[in-house]
């Protein structure tokens, strides 16, 4: 058994046991939470299986159509620059007249996207890229955003929450093997434009699944869109700055690294088995998703293992160029440490970003992410493996130090600061909800 089969087998086995571990320690969830869960998790991964479907085709099929490379790039820019722009406004739509409607709009934008891909025209399929990059934002953004409201306002406590951002995260990636292979077998037998009809079908499921389950959420009294962006932007104190932007430094490196990763795997001259290293990436990422259930106690001090633990590992693969191998093993490591990082923001997210402009700001953290991978795209050319991933660890090396300066201790409930620990639920059956709970009039001067 050679290197790749061996390490995707071990993936796969310490995967299965920390799942098997969780489960077992655990606490007994009510089945009204766990029909909670499950409604929202079934929408979730039908919604991100849908984009996984498309992501490894997308280049190919513009190829097919005889774009060049400038044009394709053109488009790219295009989407992450729609959706960069269209984000805070999205956001405030979304906390201005609800999360559930933004997430249904979110699959009927995704079926138009794809409706426009079956034709070879410039200008269809840049509305197609436009289309997709507002659904990114929708994607991204509003799923959360209703969970998380939803979850407070029927005080459930934060170890439910915890876990369905673990739990979301191994969908997420298990999707992503399936999505890969069944993309794949449709491409192969139809052709490139296959897995984007196919994509439909999940996106249409998941629309009637969404109607029928999620519940209506509270609009917010936001007066007009731009309004609730400016309102959103002025609530964010320096911790919603400091996650944000440590967020968006993480983000970027990763999609940098999603471009790189199979010219890096060629370095060394070998032929790379690339779908059985995407599944071992995959594995790995459902690993960092199980550390997190075991860490999640301590969820502000994980960055600062994060953080550093990812820049070496980016630092490690300049000097693993050159050997498939090394490079491989650098790689998986770094995955597992974004399958950490997904569920440890998703609950800094839900216990800081105030309720009433939750969506808004997740926008606005966007905004610096499609930014930096604007730039990796616009100067991809002119960019060595070793630059690249040398910037990609400095951003990694520059949030570490931005980390320092979080301030866990002080949070809001009912309207009071408080130190951690210092206030106490006094409903038993909640237990220590208050320390999660998030007041809607805390002052832009309070940490959310």
């Given amino acids: 058994m050679d290197l790749y089969w061996s390490t995707f087998v071990c993936a796969i086995l310490i995967s299965s046991c920390l ?35 498309k992501g490894p085709y997308v280049y190919a099929l513009y190829e097919s159509y005889g774009l060049s490379e400038h044009y394709i790039a053109l488009l790219f820019i295009a989407g992450f620059g729609a959706s960069g722009v269209s984000g805070p406004f999205v956001g405030a739509l979304a906390d201005k007249f609800g999360r559930k409607k933004c997430t249904l709009a979110y699959f009927l934008v995704y079926i138009a996207s794809a409706l426009c891909k079956p034709f070879n025209n410039f200008h269809v399929l840049l509305l197609g890229r436009l289309l997709g990059g507002i659904g990114t934002s929708l994607l991204t953004t509003t799923l959360e955003s209703w969970m ?21 995260t191994l969908c997420n990636s298990a999707s992503a093997v399936i999505a890969g292979l069944l993309a794949q077998f449709t491409a192969d037998q139809f052709g490139y434009l296959a897995p984007f009809i196919v994509a439909i079908l999940p996106l249409t499921i ?11 959420d509270e609009q917010t009294t936001v007066n007009s869109v731009i309004s609730g962006f400016q309102e959103g932007l002025r609530s964010m104190d320096d911790n919603l700055w400091i996650i944000g932007i440590t967020q968006s430094l993480f983000l970027g490196s990763m999609y940098t690294f999603v471009f790189l990763w199979t010219p890096a795997m060629d370095s060394g001259g070998d032929t790379s088995p690339y779908g059985l290293i995407f599944a071992t990436f995959m594995a790995m990422i459902s690993i960092g998703s199980g550390l997190f259930k075991r860490v999640s106690h301590v969820v502000e001090k994980i960055p600062f293992v994060l953080l550093p633990i990812s820049a070496a590992l980016l630092g490690a693969a300049i000097l693993a160029l050159g050997n498939s191998q090394h490079v491989f093993i650098t790689f998986a490591l770094f995955e597992m440490m974004c399958g950490l990082m997904f569920p440890t923001y ?35 050319k002119n960019m060595s493996l070793e630059v690249a991933f040398g910037v990609c660890s400095c951003a990694l090396i520059a949030a570490t130090f931005m980390w320092r300066y979080f301030k866990p201790d002080v949070k809001i409930s009912d309207g009071q600061a408080y130190e951690r620990g210092q206030q106490i639920d006094e409903e038993e059956d909640f237990g220590d909800i208050e320390d999660y709970e998030l007041d809607s009039n805390a002052s832009n001067e309070s940490v959310i």
């Fill in 206 to 216: 998941g629309f009637y699944i969404c109607r029928g389950s999620w519940s209506e």
């Fill in 19 to 53: 799942a098997f571990l969780n489960h077992r320690s655990e606490t007994q969830k009510a089945e009204e939470q766990l029909q909670f869960q499950r409604h929202y998790l079934y929408v979730y991964t039908l919604a991100y299986f849908a984009d996984w479907l």
């Fill in 346 to 380: 998703g609950s800094l997210r839900s216990v800081y970003i105030p309720n009433e402009y939750r969506t808004v700001i997740m926008n606005i953290y966007r905004i610096p992410l499609n930014v930096f991978v604007v730039i990796v795209l616009l100067n991809k």
């Fill in 148 to 168: 998380v409201a939803e979850h407070h306002k029927r005080k459930y406590p934060q170890a439910l929450l915890d876990d369905t951002f673990a739990l979301s």
